[in-house]
């Protein structure tokens, strides 16, 4: 983990020795690993630039990452150049990102999610997901996905 580092998410472990966290700096934030049980961490590459996980632009107020095993890695983040307030009517809607190689690759899975406020994403297998978000009225919506990512539909749920 880097030396400039302001705080580090609680590390999801996944065995013995392998291992997952966020790393969050004032200029941006880290996915970093580690294959040793914590002994030493490493950044993981960029979904952007092949560096590390910090592209330009994207705010560290909004990293949502789900470590399913110690290879799916998915990722809400704040899309680059935008702030709290900058798309769709002042709602920030979140990109997905996916890693199947333990945080190696990343691929982009979509552009403007219907996300806007995530807290938590999961996914049960490669297409099956859901993701708890915040709404408008800062009500909890749960949304769900059979495809990968690519759609989202809100589950609607109804207590009584």
């Known amino acids: 983990m880097g030396s400039s580092q302001e705080s580090v998410a609680q590390p999801v472990f996944f065995d013995s020795v392998h291992g ?7 200029d941006g934030y880290s996915i970093d690993v580690t294959s040793d049980g914590g002994a030493t961490w490493r950044q993981t590459a960029s979904a952007a630039s092949g560096s590390t996980f910090v592209p330009s632009g994207f705010q560290p107020y909004n990293v949502n990452p789900s470590f399913e095993d ?22 920030v809607t979140d990109w997905l990102y996916h890693s199947a190689d333990g945080g190696a690759t990343w691929q982009l899975v979509q552009r403007n999610t219907p996300i ?26 749960i949304l769900v996905t059979s495809d990968g990512g690519h759609t989202w539909r809100v589950l609607k749920v109804q207590i009584s």
């Open 70 to 91: 110690a290879q799916d890695f998915w990722l809400f983040a704040t899309p680059p150049g935008c702030d709290s307030v900058c798309a769709k009517g002042g709602v």
């Open 20 to 26: 997952a966290t966020v790393v969050y700096q004032s």
């Open 116 to 141: 806007s406020y995530p807290t938590s994403i999961s996914f049960t297998d490669p297409l099956h997901g859901f993701a708890l978000q915040t709404d408008q009225n800062f009500a909890p919506e």
